[in-house]
T-cell receptor
Framework: DVKVTQSSRYLVKRTGEKVFLECVQD?????MFWYRQDPGLGLRLIYF???????EKGDIPEGYSVSREKKERFSLILESASTNQTSMYLCASSRPRGLSSPLHFGNGTRLTVT | AQTVTQSQPEMSVQEAETVTLSCTYDTSESDYYLFWYKQPPSRQMILVIRQEAYKQQNATENRFSVNFQKAAKSFSLKISDSQLGDAAMYFC????????????FGKGTKLSVKP
């Protein structure tokens, strides 16, 4: 089974802090994604990457950046955390385009910014 | 831009009964894929079922089946013989064929199962 591991299940940070959310997958997937999940809004794409050192903005990239130095690891960075970034963050991975392969998700990181 | 709409924020079903969750989508593409994901309280997103747009036959996975109406751009999920473990958030998702794999999600339907 594909395993996508997010480093923290719960995280509490202060406003203005730089925050790193880490995600590792063990299936050699090319594609990796960061979503944000908020009640009533569903999942919204922040960034995705289809190769090492490659990244593409999603629908809500403002206030976030990403890093993909190794194929298995995709990091989400909050440069200066703000209270409106309090949310659930979900990482996912998949095989490349053109296939009906689904996204495989991690267990999520619930981030609270105070 | 493609959109996915789930018009039922919450649904309830009696154990052992059948329930249908609705999903509509908007696209001008002919090549795409549709998915239903389940998210129980554990937060783990689990793939329930998938459908390729070029296939006319509705996908089925055990107690889960879809009613895929391509012309109407409708993709509903039917859960038969509902079980307590089916209680979860259900998300409908769309992916354009040839894309990098990003899914566009609906806002979700919270399903409760009554014993």
């Amino acid at each position: 089974d594909v395993k996508v591991t997010q480093s923290s299940r719960y995280l509490v940070k202060r406003t203005g802090e730089k925050v790193f959310l880490e995600c590792v997958q063990d299936m050699d997937h090319e594609n990796m994604f960061w979503y944000r999940q908020d009640p009533g809004l569903g999942l919204r794409l922040i960034y995705f990457s289809y190769d090492v050192k490659m990244k593409e903005k999603g629908d809500i990239p403002e206030g976030y950046s990403v890093s993909r130095e190794k194929k298995e690891r995709f990091s989400l960075i909050l440069e200066s955390a703000s209270t409106n970034q309090t949310s659930m963050y979900l990482c996912a991975s998949s095989r490349p385009r053109g296939l009906s392969s689904p996204l495989h998700f991690g267990n999520g990181t619930r981030l609270t910014v105070t | 831009a493609q959109t996915v709409t789930q018009s039922q924020p919450e649904m309830s079903v009696q154990e052992a009964e059948t329930v249908t969750l609705s999903c509509t989508y908007d696209t001008s593409e002919s090549d795409y894929y549709l998915f239903w994901y389940k998210q129980p309280p554990s937060r783990q997103m689990i793939l329930v079922i998938r459908q390729e747009a070029y296939k006319q036959q509705n996908a089925t996975e055990n107690r889960f089946s879809v009613n895929f109406q391509k012309a109407a751009k409708s993709f509903s999920l039917k859960i038969s013989d509902s079980q307590l473990g089916d209680a979860a958030m259900y998300f409908c998702a769309y992916r354009q064929g040839g894309s990098q794999g990003n899914l566009i999600f609906g806002k979700g339907t919270k399903l409760s199962v009554k014993p």
